[in-house]
């Protein structure tokens, strides 16, 4: 139940970004077609029901997102997590009129989707209990130490 409930919160989350970029997008046309000013300031993004239900999507997402978080293993969150690049791309085709170009998108999902297959057929499924000594000596273990380094390392460089 916890599961579904975070699934649907990303769906309402990457919903609600699409229903905000749709309001950022007609306040930019009515800026580009010369409407006053003063429209303009009381036509806000949250004065606009697009820019209102997109907010109260994202705060619903927020509220499932935290209220299932306490239940759900984090593995099945990363997964949630991912599914939303792949939601946002049928969205970002139905609502905001982007092209599918099969030879990038595709791709990407594909890549995403094995991604997060490995990450459930390699996650560590055994329940675990940890104290505040033991995080603290996995986080300053060489492993790790050498991880962040190389994963700063990587940002850096790019």
């Known amino acids: 139940m916890a ?9 309402a989350n990457q919903v609600s970004f699409a229903l905000q970029k749709t309001a950022h997008i007609d306040q930019e046309k009515n800026v580009q077609t010369g409407s006053s000013t003063e429209k ?3 036509n806000n993004l949250f004065c606009t029901r697009k820019g209102l239900c997109g907010f109260f999507l994202l705060f619903i997402g927020f509220l499932l997102h935290f209220t299932a978080l306490q239940y759900l293993d984090l593995t099945l969150i990363a997964c949630n997590c991912s599914s939303a690049i792949i939601i946002n791309v049928f969205i970002s085709n139905v609502y905001l009129g982007e092209k599918f170009v099969a030879k ?9 989707a094995t991604g997060t297959l490995f990450i ?3 996650s560590n499924k055994e329940q675990q209990t940890f104290t505040t000594s033991s995080i603290f000596d996995l986080l300053t273990s060489f492993k790790s130490l050498a991880y962040m380094s190389i994963a700063v390392g ?3 460089a790019v």
């Open 104 to 112: 990038y998108d595709l791709t990407a999902m594909c890549l995403v």
């Open 120 to 122: 459930i057929m390699l």
């Open 154 to 156: 990587g940002m850096i």
């Open 3 to 11: 599961f579904l409930a975070d699934l649907t919160a990303t769906i």
């Open 40 to 42: 303009t300031i009381q």
